[in-house]
């Protein structure tokens, strides 16, 4: 690749939606050479292939193995049904997988925290300077869930069974954390050193932050009004970045064999 510019990779799009066609789009016009649009309608892969000057297939087999880099712009569902037939004769390529289900859970976010802002305005809610903190707890929920996910999603390829057991535990994990309860109901009832336990877990403390930093700050305990040891406040945040690296490191690791494995 000496001497040849970014521009010069060739780029194959397996999906022509909205989003697979304004990134087509917007990388055609900065010059990249766009060598073949997939999609199991002929109207969009043909439309979306004269626009950026393409050729365009209605058969996954028909894909070209030539292309240096693949964008995947499918449904999560239909990703991971299609991905050995995708993927195949193509392993030393680089892939791009649009995963719009995440920035859709974040909008959805976005939208439901301006609407119990709007509506604690209007329940006379006390505000501070706290609130700022709120996107800081946001972040580092979106990264424990990355590192979960990326977890879930190696294990899923080898262990099939992963998907029901997580469902259960994820409903024992809705009802250990204090989401419809107050983590105060389990100390005032003589369960401090459970309560205690329970706020280490980083879901936990995350739910907590957002909540004293946006809606209570002096009714709502956090790890480190709850436990005396500060050292062991650091506990939960620090599982969370962990937890993040791990879900990389092993989703990078055994990521190049999934396609051989399913």
């Known amino acids: 690749m000496a001497g040849r510019s970014i521009e010069d990779m060739s780029i194959a799009f397996i999906g022509a939606g909205n989003l697979a066609t304004n990134l087509a789009k917007a990388l ?6 766009i060598v073949q649009v997939y999609s199991r309608t002929k109207e969009s892969a043909q439309g979306l292939a004269q626009t950026v000057e ?3 297939t209605t058969e996954l087999q028909a894909v070209t193995k030539e292309a240096q880099l693949y964008i995947v712009s499918l449904k999560d569902a239909a990703f991971v049904e299609l991905l050995p037939q995708i993927v195949s004769g193509k392993e030393n390529a680089l892939w791009v997988h649009t995963a719009g289900s995440i920035m859709g859970s974040m909008i959805s976010l976005g ?3 301006l609407v119990v ?3 604690g305005f209007f329940a006379h809610a006390h505000y501070t300077w706290r609130v700022l903190l709120v996107p800081l707890s946001i972040i580092q929920l979106y990264c424990l869930g990355l590192g979960v996910a990326l977890l879930l999603a190696s294990l899923f390829v080898y262990f099939r069974d992963v998907a029901h057991i997580w469902e259960v535990i994820l409903q024992a994990m809705f009802y250990a954390t204090p989401i419809i309860y107050p983590i105060s109901m389990i100390a005032d009832k003589g369960y401090g050193w459970a309560a205690n336990i329970l706020m ?3 879901s936990t403390q995350v739910i907590m932050d957002i909540r004293h930093n946006l809606l209570s700050p002096e009714y709502v305990p956090t790890v480190w009004s709850m436990v005396d040891n500060k050292l062991l406040c650091l506990l939960p945040y ?4 962990f937890i993040l690296w ?16 399913l």
């Open 238 to 241: 620090a599982l969370s970045v």
């Open 200 to 202: 280490l877990n980083p």
């Open 28 to 33: 055609y016009r900065k010059g990249f050479r």
């Open 246 to 261: 791990l879900g990389i490191h092993v989703f990078r690791k055994y990521s190049s064999k999934f396609a051989e494995v």
């Open 117 to 119: 802002i709007c509506f």
């Open 54 to 56: 393409a050729a365009y």
């Open 111 to 113: 939208i439901n925290l």
